[in-house]
Structure formats: structure tokens, C-alpha cells
């Protein structure tokens, strides 16, 4: 539904700013003050905005009508079995379309000073290659009034795009800004070439809302999602420009690359929309970066040991770079088994932790004390060198890195009440 429908359904938590806020670093800087709480901008520079609407695991699964604790095996359930979509003919964001655009005079911010302009940040982008459908999240860097540089990773969307140009093609592609958390976990969401995304959005709504996720056609062929605020519809072409400096997920400025060009050629959006903002390293870009991959990291380390409780990308690791897992050991060795599990499925994360299962991980101080009280160096510590690890990782020498386990399970065979913590 759309993000107003949304601010007020959990109104209690948001902060409205009704004053001018200027899209160049003020509209940061509040959002900084408030990392949890979505942050409501009435004038963003002449614009409505907002962020920070999706910053905790509670109101993601609040809006599925689910617990955060239920939350991991309804996004598992989604991605190993998809559902369909539903085409409908007509939606909000198309009252409303233009060929004259502009995105100078837009929403966009600039988020941090050394940020080398403004930035798109919270768009799912849509895309089709020969039968083949991609969502994906990429961050775009305005350069003028209908172009823009975009970061996209060696994944999918990088592969349609290399398909294209090496066809002689432009790349039609579609970018949605103001989702429902469905879509956005789905485009954070990493499966096999070939799968489409918004199937899993959709197997995850008709499980948790009774529902499939609406669709509707656009201009250029594609099909997006419906509740989209905004709607850009463009091509990739065979350009290339300078991308970045730009703050990513670990608070420190991303790289300099040379990346693909987007020409925007019709924008669409609601009346009254309200433009999403992400701000890279806080709470909600953590939601839909590091949340869906936790599925995969619970199905590898179900293959090495036999019953995992939870797993968790955590804030103070930016959400992919530590984790921690809980288990219910059913022999020795498993802790260090579901280590490597753990480390081989996602291979961006160089620290994870392994805790029994009346560990809480989504507390950290919870966490420590099984470390405290648990765990032992000289025969739970597990080191690897050498191994490819995350390129956002300011401390790896080109992607390459040490990684660290760290098994905080009870001893095979120690007595309960050594280990225990008393209750009542």
C-alpha cells in the first residue's frame, strides 16, 4: 500500500518534520538522530520524503502480519516456494506519467559531503533479458537532467546488462522507489539466475496476507509492482562513468568505478508522493541488504548440523559482515561444523558466532555472555586466511581476508547446571 498508508499505521513511532529541510545533508543529519524511528519530511526541498520507515525487524514483520521470530522461516518458505503475481490493469502511479524529465528536480539528496552527488538509494530495479525477470537493489548517481550512473554489482543485473551490449541492445529496465517491505526484501534477495523475485514478494504475501503481490504493465513492456510511489523507465546504454565516492553499508566511503549509464525517459508517480529514502549504514539499509540472506545461511548450516534455531546478520556488523547462528547441539564438533556451513554460504561474512539454542541472538548482551561464559580460545576459535571476503570491507586487500569462528556452544558431554544460567 502506499508509504502514507503506512506512517500511519504505525504513527506512535514516526517523526514528522514539518519545517524546510534542505535535500543536501539536512535531511541526513535528521535521519541520523533518529536511526529507528521513520522520519516523515513534509518539505524536502519543495518534496515530501521520508526514511528510516523499515529500520527494525518488528515492524517488517508487523507489516506481514508475523513476529521477527517467525519472520526467517516465512522469507524461506518464500524463496522455496514462489508464487505468482497477479496482473492488475491500472495503478495509482500511473495517474500521472511524463517524457519531460528531470531528475535535478526531484526528491534525490545528497546524503554525505565527500558523496559524489546525489543519490537514488532505495530503488528496486526491474529488468528482462531473454525470458529471464531480475529484481535487484542498485544505488544511482544523478549526472544530469535524464541520466544517471548506477553501482551494480557482478550478479544478475550486471549479467542481462554485459548480455545486452554484447547483442548490440539497450537494456530496457524499470526502477520503483516507495515499496512495500515485500518487494524490497525481494530485491535484496539473492537466488539462482533465472528465478523471479517478485514470485518470492509474492509467496510471502499470499503466506502471511492471504494475497498475491499486484503487477502492472508499463510503456516500455515491463511489469513493476503497483504500490510503487515513484516509477523511472529507462535503458542501460554502452556508456560508462565514473561512480562514487559514496557511503556504503560500513560507514566509510565506497571506491571510485567506472559503471553503466541509465537514461531515464518517462517518470511515473502518484498524486502526493512521498520519495524513500535509505541512508547507506543505518538500520533499514541493514533490513533489506543482510535479511534475505539469512535463509541462505540457515539452510547450509541445516546441512552440517541437525537442528538450527536462528540466524542473525547483525547492525554491529553492518548487517553482512557478522552473524551469529544458534544451534542445538547433537554432537561434538557441530559448533565448529556449522562454522564453516555458515562461512561457505555466505561468503561475505568474515566473523560468525555459534550459540546454543536458549541463546537469544537478536540480544546482544545475550550473545556476549555466551562468549563470556563459553567459550574457549585454544578449543573453539576457528581462523581462516587468505579466503574472499566482502569488497565493501575496508580492511581486505581486494576482496581477500582472514576470517574468524567462533564456537560459544557448550562443551559435547559438560553438565547443564556448570553452563546454565539460575532461574526461578
Given at each position: 500500500?502506499?508509504?502514507?498508508?503506512?506512517?500511519?499505521?504505525?504513527?506512535?513511532?514516526?517523526?514528522?518534520?514539518?519545517?524546510?529541510?534542505?535535500?543536501?545533508?539536512?535531511?541526513?543529519?535528521?535521519?541520523?538522530?533518529?536511526?529507528?524511528?521513520?522520519?516523515?519530511?513534509?518539505?524536502?526541498?519543495?518534496?515530501?520524503?521520508?526514511?528510516?520507515?523499515?529500520?527494525?525487524?518488528?515492524?517488517?514483520?508487523?507489516?506481514?502480519?508475523?513476529?521477527?521470530?517467525?519472520?526467517?522461516?516465512?522469507?524461506?518458505?518464500?524463496?522455496?516456494?514462489?508464487?505468482?503475481?497477479?496482473?492488475?490493469?491500472?495503478?495509482?502511479?500511473?495517474?500521472?506519467?511524463?517524457?519531460?524529465?528531470?531528475?535535478?528536480?526531484?526528491?534525490?539528496?545528497?546524503?554525505?559531503?565527500?558523496?559524489?552527488?546525489?543519490?537514488?538509494?532505495?530503488?528496486?530495479?526491474?529488468?528482462?533479458?531473454?525470458?529471464?525477470?531480475?529484481?535487484?537493489?542498485?544505488?544511482?548517481?544523478?549526472?544530469?537532467?535524464?541520466?544517471?550512473?548506477?553501482?551494480?554489482?557482478?550478479?544478475?543485473?550486471?549479467?542481462?546488462?554485459?548480455?545486452?551490449?554484447?547483442?548490440?541492445?539497450?537494456?530496457?529496465?524499470?526502477?520503483?522507489?516507495?515499496?512495500?517491505?515485500?518487494?524490497?526484501?525481494?530485491?535484496?534477495?539473492?537466488?539462482?539466475?533465472?528465478?523471479?523475485?517478485?514470485?518470492?514478494?509474492?509467496?510471502?504475501?499470499?503466506?502471511?496476507?492471504?494475497?498475491?503481490?499486484?503487477?502492472?504493465?508499463?510503456?516500455?513492456?515491463?511489469?513493476?509492482?503497483a504500490e510503487a510511489e515513484y516509477v523511472l523507465e529507462g535503458r542501460l546504454i554502452n556508456e560508462r562513468h565514473a561512480e562514487g565516492p559514496f557511503v556504503d553499508?560500513?560507514?566509510?566511503?565506497?571506491?571510485?568505478?567506472?559503471?553503466?549509464?541509465?537514461?531515464?525517459?518517462?517518470?511515473?508517480?502518484?498524486?502526493?508522493?512521498?520519495?524513500?529514502?535509505?541512508?547507506?549504514?543505518?538500520?533499514?539499509?541493514?533490513?533489506?541488504?543482510?535479511?534475505?540472506?539469512?535463509p541462505v545461511i540457515y539452510q547450509a548450516v541445516s546441512r552440517a548440523v541437525p537442528h538450527v534455531r536462528a540466524v542473525r546478520l547483525t547492525e554491529g556488523g553492518?548487517?553482512?559482515?557478522?552473524?551469529?547462528?544458534?544451534?542445538?547441539?547433537?554432537?561434538?564438533?557441530?559448533?565448529?561444523?556449522?562454522?564453516?556451513?555458515?562461512?561457505?554460504?555466505?561468503?561475505?561474512?568474515?566473523?560468525?558466532?555459534?550459540?546454543?539454542?536458549?541463546?537469544?541472538?537478536?540480544?546482544?548482551?545475550?550473545?556476549?555472555?555466551?562468549?563470556?561464559?563459553?567459550?574457549?580460545?585454544?578449543?573453539?576459535?576457528?581462523?581462516?586466511?587468505?579466503?574472499?571476503?566482502?569488497?565493501?570491507?575496508?580492511?581486505?586487500?581486494?576482496?581477500?581476508?582472514?576470517?574468524?569462528?567462533?564456537?560459544?556452544?557448550?562443551?559435547?558431554?559438560?553438565?547443564?547446571?556448570?553452563?546454565?544460567?539460575?532461574?526461578?
Amino acid at each position: 500500500m502506499a508509504i502514507g498508508r503506512w506512517l500511519e499505521s504505525f504513527s506512535e513511532d514516526v517523526v514528522v518534520v514539518r519545517e524546510h529541510t534542505s535535500r543536501e545533508l539536512e535531511c541526513t543529519r535528521i535521519l541520523l538522530k533518529h536511526p529507528r524511528n521513520p522520519v516523515h519530511f513534509a518539505d524536502l526541498d519543495g518534496f515530501e520524503a521520508v526514511g528510516n520507515v523499515w529500520s527494525t525487524r518488528d515492524r517488517v514483520a508487523a507489516a506481514l502480519h508475523t513476529t521477527k521470530d517467525e519472520l526467517l522461516a516465512k522469507l524461506m518458505e518464500a524463496q522455496g516456494h514462489p508464487k505468482d503475481t497477479r496482473v492488475v490493469d491500472r495503478a495509482d502511479f500511473m495517474k500521472n506519467d511524463s517524457t519531460d524529465v528531470d531528475l535535478r528536480d526531484s526528491p534525490v539528496p545528497k546524503l554525505y559531503p565527500k558523496d559524489a552527488g546525489r543519490y537514488i538509494t532505495a530503488g528496486v530495479w526491474v529488468a528482462e533479458w531473454q525470458g529471464v525477470r531480475n529484481l535487484s537493489f542498485h544505488r544511482i548517481q544523478i549526472l544530469d537532467a535524464n541520466r544517471g550512473v548506477c553501482r551494480i554489482v557482478p550478479r544478475h543485473l550486471r549479467h542481462m546488462y554485459t548480455e545486452a551490449m554484447n547483442a548490440g541492445e539497450e537494456l530496457k529496465v524499470a526502477v520503483c522507489i516507495g515499496l512495500d517491505p515485500w518487494n524490497l526484501i525481494a530485491g535484496g534477495t539473492s537466488v539462482e539466475y533465472g528465478v523471479d523475485e517478485s514470485r518470492i514478494a509474492s509467496a510471502l504475501t499470499e503466506s502471511c496476507l492471504g494475497k498475491p503481490v499486484d503487477v502492472v504493465r508499463i510503456k516500455n513492456g515491463l511489469t513493476v509492482p503497483a504500490e510503487a510511489e515513484y516509477v523511472l523507465e529507462g535503458r542501460l546504454i554502452n556508456e560508462r562513468h565514473a561512480e562514487g565516492p559514496f557511503v556504503d553499508a560500513v560507514r566509510t566511503y565506497d571506491r571510485v568505478r567506472e559503471e553503466p549509464v541509465l537514461v531515464v525517459d518517462r517518470v511515473y508517480h502518484r498524486d502526493d508522493p512521498i520519495f524513500h529514502i535509505i541512508v547507506g549504514g543505518l538500520d533499514e539499509h541493514f533490513m533489506f541488504m543482510g535479511m534475505p540472506r539469512e535463509p541462505v545461511i540457515y539452510q547450509a548450516v541445516s546441512r552440517a548440523v541437525p537442528h538450527v534455531r536462528a540466524v542473525r546478520l547483525t547492525e554491529g556488523g553492518c548487517a553482512w559482515l557478522h552473524g551469529i547462528v544458534s544451534i542445538r547441539k547433537q554432537h561434538a564438533g557441530d559448533g565448529k561444523n556449522a562454522i564453516m556451513a555458515a562461512l561457505g554460504a555466505h561468503t561475505s561474512m568474515k566473523q560468525v558466532t555459534i550459540v546454543d539454542d536458549d541463546i537469544d541472538i537478536f540480544d546482544d548482551r545475550d550473545v556476549e555472555w555466551a562468549v563470556a561464559t563459553r567459550f574457549q580460545a585454544d578449543r573453539g576459535l576457528v581462523v581462516l586466511h587468505g579466503v574472499r571476503g566482502s569488497s565493501i570491507d575496508p580492511s581486505a586487500n581486494d576482496g581477500i581476508t582472514a576470517k574468524l569462528g567462533i564456537d560459544a556452544t557448550r562443551p559435547w558431554g559438560a553438565s547443564p547446571e556448570m553452563f546454565d544460567k539460575a532461574t526461578l
